[in-house]
């Protein structure tokens, strides 16, 4: 088996000198594929290529290692995007608020894949990125997929005093120094209004996309759908998500698929011959295990967009690097076979192994990951990330 990793241009990495660490770091850990991400903002105009990427790229390919440019495809779009008059570029969630102004956590900014305008980002980027480092094997595409995630606070108001009148409206702004996220009441509980005793409330924000005007007449046109969109934008969401659920679903992955495509077009008439690979992710497992959910199978493409078989299947793709996060050896290697059988060996699945702070124990185990990784098919593991493997 040949391994791959994840590599940011950190300052782990920075100085030339750290090259050498990397190197026999890198044969240690028989990595064949090395996945180095790039920002977008480099990329949206054509810009010189920057000096220790460069040489990163050439020391790699001294080693007889492949190197893949990774780009995310919707997060962190290029300063541009935040221009007057760009805003309808940004996703529209699940009450109608634009990611724009309400971005989830304050920071994270997702565009909408449906806009003609991404999509004309995305293959520029993705060309001036084999343009300018000729070198590279391949382009990867990480987060190319809907952002999904959902928040939820219950506030404990039995105490609440006169405060309890704040803590009792249909929307709640939450304000601070990293940034502010607005929050919908859920469930509200009241014991008495005067004196103010209150019990809970329950406020959430459901950060599923994209529930913009574009997509909402695309999706009622390709199904034949009426929809009518003087209603709020939850009801519609709602509505959506439960009576047309499997069609909600399709069109999202229909996107998806689409700028899959649309690169894959893109690199072929470079006439270069790279490799296309993309990650892909689903509600595992910080969606499940650290919120006691259950894990749900198939959730890439529910919750997602990412359907990712029907990429193999159609040769859009090279390889594969899932996120198989947050797992122990055991069910890694069992997902990770799921995932080879899904795609019916077709292609090399390097199966995403994380270590950090919080989840240190694969540290001491990739032994097993490893050879669970074999066990199941996989071509071989993918370290998330360099700079914490290394440590
Ligand atoms: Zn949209």
Request: overall charge negative; hydrophobic content about 35%.
């Amino acid at each position: 088996m040949g391994n791959a990793v994840w590599v940011y241009m950190n300052d782990k990495l920075r100085a030339d000198r750290n090259f050498d660490q990397f190197a026999a770091w890198a044969k240690r850990q028989n990595v064949s594929h090395v996945i180095l991400y790039f920002p977008k903002a480099g990329l949206d105009e054509e810009l010189p290529a920057v000096p220790e990427m460069a040489a990163f790229i050439d020391r790699c390919k001294q080693e007889a290692m492949e190197v893949h440019g990774m780009i995310s495809a919707y997060m962190s779009p290029p300063r541009r995007f935040f221009e007057p008059g760009l805003e309808s570029n940004f996703a529209v969630d699940w009450h109608g608020c634009s990611n724009r102004s309400h971005p989830a956590g304050g920071s994270r900014y997702f565009l909408d894949p449906n806009k003609p305008a991404v999509m004309e980002m995305l293959r520029r980027v993705v060309k001036n990125l084999l343009a300018t480092y000729p070198e590279l094997d391949g382009v990867q595409l990480d987060f190319i997929r809907y952002f999904h995630s959902s928040s939820s606070i219950t506030i404990d108001t039995v105490e609440a005093g006169s405060d309890l009148r704040l803590l009792t409206q249909p929307k709640l702004r939450i304000s601070g120094e990293m940034g502010e996220a607005l929050y919908f009441l859920d469930r509200s509980q009241i014991q008495t209004y005067d004196p103010p005793v209150g019990g809970s409330q329950r406020y959430f924000h459901n950060y599923h996309y994209c529930f913009c005007d574009k997509c909402l007449v695309d999706f009622s046109t390709a199904y034949s759908i009426p929809l009518s969109l003087e209603r709020p934008r939850v009801v519609v969401a709602q509505e959506l998500t439960s009576k047309y659920a499997q069609q909600w679903y399709e069109f999202r992955a229909n996107i998806i698929s689409k700028a899959v495509r649309n690169v894959r077009d893109e690199i072929n008439r470079m006439g270069t011959g790279k490799q296309l690979s993309a990650t892909f992710w689903y509600n595992s497992p910080y969606g499940n295990r650290l919120t006691n959910q259950p894990f749900r199978t198939g959730s890439e493409y529910t919750d997602f967009g990412q359907r990712w078989d029907e990429w193999a299947f159609q040769g859009l793709v090279d390889f594969f690097c899932p996120m198989n996060y947050w797992l122990e050896p055991l069910e890694y290697g069992e997902i990770t076979k799921a995932q080879v059988e899904k795609i019916h060996g077709r292609l090399p699945i390097y199966s995403g192994v994380l270590t950090s702070r919080d989840y240190p124990s694969p540290m001491d185990t990739l032994d097993q990951y490893t050879a669970q990784a074999e066990k199941a098919g996989a071509a071989g593991i993918c370290f998330f990330a360099y700079h914490t493997w290394a440590q």
